[in-house]
DNA sequence: CGAAGGATTGAGTTCATTCAAGTTGGGTGG
DNA sequence: CCACCCAACTTGAATGAACTCAATCCTTCG
């Protein structure tokens, strides 16, 4: 059994996002710099769940923000009804632990094996107070969630099953590349009620929107879980992005 | 004629959101403060437009951000098939302005005479980059509309039309309470149809929505603009929020 | 005051849901 | 290592809610 310690070493802290600011090509870029990576390191910790795991419970005391480097997480809310409503999938170089009055939000659960820098809130924002720059690369984090947000609504809205599932596999394949996977091949580390939910459709419905686009020849599914997009232009098109 | 300038002196820029620490009470609160608001005064304009008017146009040079500070604006894209998809409605003490790549992600238009401080993105960078607290207030409101477009895009995924339509008279009648407004009275500024767009709807469910709403006693219409909620309770049950 | 756009109402259709019955496949114990 | 088993997934048929199409009513604004 190695030393956990020595097993995460590599791993620093890593946010992503598309600057609002006019800034060479219109890619993503890593938001912190060596200097801001380190401060954040200094003050926080590296933690490693399995699969299933909740990071922190919706209405829990909120003491803490994560910066997830590995695996993929979600964020979901129960409704009154009592089903949960997905409010967010969330992968490598992105943030967890939305607040509102002390309260985290939502329920952070891993999908799959996770690790992350836990960072105390009291400690970021005694960074925060000192380093502008971190401030403004977390103002374009957060810019960039709100308009990933808004197109989800968007999405979700007014489009038809098949459109739904088109833009959430182009999603996931911009979002979500682990290690060693092929341009073109998606792995969904959640089922398909997660999808349903996070689209919302229902299962079935999932279910049929991913044979019609088969049908069509725009993908290929093997098992439940891996799919290669065939056609990624007329995906496109089926999303109703031109 | 008078001078407009001494209608408009008494505005002051003004950001209102939910804090993310736990801070008194429940409620929302200034974000900016005194110096903060001169500081933001010193380097924008303040304007003011009639209704329907374009402040900017969706993949137009970012240079400016708004702050309203009376009346009401919507932030709209284009789809492929030609029709808007609202992407948010936008009241005093909100701003407007989001961006990517130096390029404004939707157009923004005034749906009544509305009055902003148009604040120069530049300017602003340079305040942000000494003044910490405001960059903190800033990252408290885009939380804050992180989490109102997360809990639209739930809301608009799996409710039914009349749920979908309370919880919409719920936020406005939160969210947007022009001066003389009685409690529990409602002025829509904008049409069935903008209504349709953001709650992804038609105009026909909007109406048969609201109609299914006044027959169960819980709200009255008065003309198409004005809504009177009898019932907030109830409403609230039928938006889901328990 | 009249026109034009917005809002409502009605009838028929469409597409996602519901309910129900298979099928697959990953994980566990023998 | 294999076979079983359970949960996840898929498929099918019937229901129902929202959409489309179309006509009428309202109201706002020139």
Redesign the pocket.
Known sequence: MKDELADVAPYRPSIYAAPFRKDGDGMEVELLSRSEQDALMEVSQLISVRRHTVLYPEGGEARFVYNVVSGVAQTYQLQANGDKRITAFLFPRDLIGLSENGAYVATAQSLTPVTAFRIPFDALQAILERDPGLDIGLLCKLCHELRRSQHHAITVA?N???ARLASFLLWIEHAYAPPGRLAGELI?P?????I?DYV????????????ALEAQGVIR?????FITLLDTAKLRKLAGQV
Chains 1, 2 share one sequence.
């Open positions: 007014r038809d099953a098949p969904l959640m089922t398909r009620h997660d349903a919302g459709l229902t299962v079935e419905s999932v279910s049929r929107a991913l044979h599914r093997k098992g439940p879980r």
